[in-house]
């Protein structure tokens, strides 16, 4: 197969010795290949970062000010996300400096991610829409499972599904030998400072677990869930963000680069040889062996609700004795067992986050 020359450049930068972390690498050495794209990209409607159709608009005030009712399907005259700042303009523009994406980099450096693999790599870069709205544009080869994964995520009939918590992609590019995955901008910052309350920290559970629950339903495994994986529908603003409780969230899967099929009667995979920082893995991902891809999601979320419930302690001093407490630390104790097959399914985990919701809510607890 010929490869145009965006992908060309990328699969030289894949593999052991060539990888280099783009903030050690001049941006003009990774942007140079995007740039040969900008054209194709603003034909759609897109104005990718550092160049002059982006300069033309990134200080523009003409962003939707609604954020859209439904974040999974926003229109085309609402916001991707909800902005607390009062001054508008000044929000965009503190927006445009701060986007991240798995880490700080300047807006529209090309940076990628090496995976403990070190065969792939993550190639992503900022733009606008023709809304002025961020977009992040991820290029992925075709023949790659999450091109397909993607695809079938963003479609109906599972698009439509209120269960379907992964990121909204706009849409799909195609170029000569990869495509271009248009994603709306959300952010990562949900979990500083952690959840003031119980009914903001069981609802952040209850719609991740609903989102694996889908997931494995559809046969797809995420393989590599952890914090910066997960994103929520608010920007960043100036002030701390010390409340969650006081506005309504959406949660979001993203980056499904680890992400594996399987089959309806095996569930063992040897995985994709992704897997995320060693805090959030799960035991057996480090094995050479074949393990159920669903129990180490499940133990792989799990990790992560464990540690955002203890910078809750932390911050806001979450007592232990509290009834519905203990009821959610049993839960997470039992995703988080050390042998897959002692854990909880992500049905029977969802299950457990509905029947503690509703006991945080009555007051029981």
Not at 52 to 81: C, G, I
Not at 304 to 313: A, D, I, P, S
Request: charged content about 20%.
């Amino acid at each position: 197969m010929r490869y145009g020359p965006l992908v060309a450049h990328l699969m030289l930068h894949t593999t052991g010795k060539n990888m280099k972390h783009s903030m050690d690498s001049s941006p003009s050495h990774f942007q140079t290949p995007w740039l040969l794209s900008a054209d194709q990209l603003h034909r759609h409607g897109l104005s990718l970062s550092r160049t002059k159709y982006y300069e033309d608009l990134r200080y523009s005030t003409d962003l939707p000010r609604q954020a859209a009712v439904d974040p999974f399907h926003p229109q085309n005259d609402e916001d991707f996300v909800h902005r607390l700042d009062e001054d508008w303009a000044s929000s965009v523009r503190v927006m445009d400096r701060t986007v991240t994406f798995f880490q700080e980099v300047s807006p529209g450096t090309l940076y990628w991610v090496p995976t403990n693999s070190n065969t792939k790599s993550v190639f992503l870069n900022l733009a606008l829409d023709q809304y002025h709205r961020h977009v992040i544009i991820k290029a992925i080869l075709v023949e790659d499972i999450e091109l397909q994964i993607l695809k079938s995520l963003s479609f109906d009939p599972l698009r439509s599904d209120p269960r379907n918590h992964t990121i909204p992609v706009l849409q799909f590019i195609p170029g000569n030998g990869f495509e271009f995955s248009v994603q709306a901008c959300w952010y990562e910052h949900w979990q500083w400072p952690p959840f003031d309350r119980a009914p903001s920290r069981f609802e952040m559970a209850r719609q991740l677990l609903e989102g694996l629950v889908f997931m494995h339903e559809h046969y797809i495994a995420h393989g590599d869930i952890h914090p910066r994986n997960i994103l929520w529908n608010h920007a960043p603003t100036h002030h701390e963000l010390s409340r969650h409780s006081k506005f309504n969230f959406c949660m979001a899967y993203i980056d499904f680069g680890g992400a594996v099929l399987f089959s309806a009667d095996n569930r063992r995979s040897p995985g994709s040889g992704v897997r995320p920082p060693s805090a959030f893995a799960a035991p057996e991902q480090s094995l050479d062996q074949l393990y159920d891809v669903c129990a180490a999601d499940v133990c792989m979320l799990g990790k992560v609700l464990q540690g955002e419930m203890e910078e809750g302690r932390k911050w806001y001093g979450i007592p232990s004795e509290d009834t519905v407490y203990e009821r959610y630390e049993t839960l997470l104790a039992k995703m988080t067992c050390a042998k897959p097959e002692d854990r909880c399914t992500a049905t029977a985990a969802l299950e457990a986050v509905l029947s503690i919701l509703l006991q945080s809510a009555s007051g029981n607890g």
